[in-house]
């Protein structure tokens, strides 16, 4: 074990040596202005994609395809790992004892602050910083406290089932498929924006499909993670108990 | 001289993370430390990524404009942050995310089948051959 902490130790510090020997001997230009593809963006992003936010234009706009593809290794990711469990829901209605009264009612009040807040990054997503990843990321955060505290059990017989999120994740890419294609039927380029789609409705800038791809995404992150949140609260004593693996 | 030290400073402190992280992912016992390290090494990609974007302005600010009119196209130029990196590392974080919880799961099973979640001993016991080093 101390002979793991002084190699650690020797790694430090010839980090440090090293990094100073290369300052002094190469003493190299350190970047001191934006990249021109960056430049590129950051001009154009407002006359282009009709959002003054160069990120979520980037996202979906400009390279709008390759995400996408990401959003589809996502979904596979997620089925394949809810697949591999093949967990009957007896196991989970096992586990019915949530927490106490008073980490209940101080769970309604948290998760309620964190679901507004991530409407909030879902919404703004194509004015401020935000988009649809980060604003379904929130809201899953705000549906793993609710699971540990009032037990899986109890939320399966209200009616969320992981079928049930699935079902609601393959909807919501497949509106996001639909809102990438759409364009081929005017013979314009599939996930083409501006050229298709306004950019805004009734005086509401809404960035043309940014914020319908920001809406779609979200809803496909959030009850994604949520699956997996519930799918992973399985104590291991009531799947031992349960139809087993 | 500072400044130089510094960027110099951050690469060299990002290749010791990678060379931790890939140490421990090949010689970790536990899965679940390997899987550990496989998150650090993935951040550590991150960052660089990141810091590929990286470069020296005062005040920073995000790739946002103002208004909707396009005013301050100027200032942003000078100013803002690289907006590509950003774009590349916000989709990388998620899709991480759900390849983690797919070894995650992976490593679940694994445990209930083999009851260990030592490498070598769940190789062993799941395919009944013996894992010499």
Redesign the interface.
Known sequence: MSRRIIILIL??TA??I???T??II??????????G???Y???N???ET?S????T???WDY?GL??IY?TL??YL??V???A??KMSEEALLKTRIGLTLLSKTSTKIVALLIASIAAAIVFHGH???G?G??G??AVAVASMIIIPVFAAGTLIEKGVSSTKLVAIRGAALTALGLVALLPVVKGLEIVTNQRFYPASILGL?ISGSLSLYNLFESLA?AS??TA?AL??SIPEEA?KGGSG? | ?L???T???I???L??NA??SIYGIVYGRSLVKKLISLTILSDTVLVAVIFA?????YPIV???????A?AG?EF???H?S???P??LV??G???G???N??I???I??AY??AKTTDARKVVEVLSGVEVTE
């Open positions: 790694l430090f980090t440090l090293a990094s100073f290369a300052t190469l003493n190299p230009a350190t970047p001191s202005e934006l990249k593809l960056a430049k963006y950051v001009l992003t407002i006359n009709a003054p936010e160069a990120v234009a980037i996202v390279r390759d995400t990401e290794v996502l990711a997620i394949g790992g809810l591999m469990f004015l401020s910083p988009g990843f980060p379904g990321s800038p992150v994604g993670f997996i799918y992973l799947h693996a | 001289m400044e130089a030290f960027y110099i400073l690469i060299a402190v290749g010791l060379l931790v974007g990286f470069y020296y302005a995000p790739p946002v404009y103002q208004d909707l396009g196209r942003l130029v000078k803002a690289d907006p590509l950003q774009a916000l989709t974080i998620v899709i995310l759900a390849v919880a797919l995650a799961f992976g679940i099973q209930r089948l």
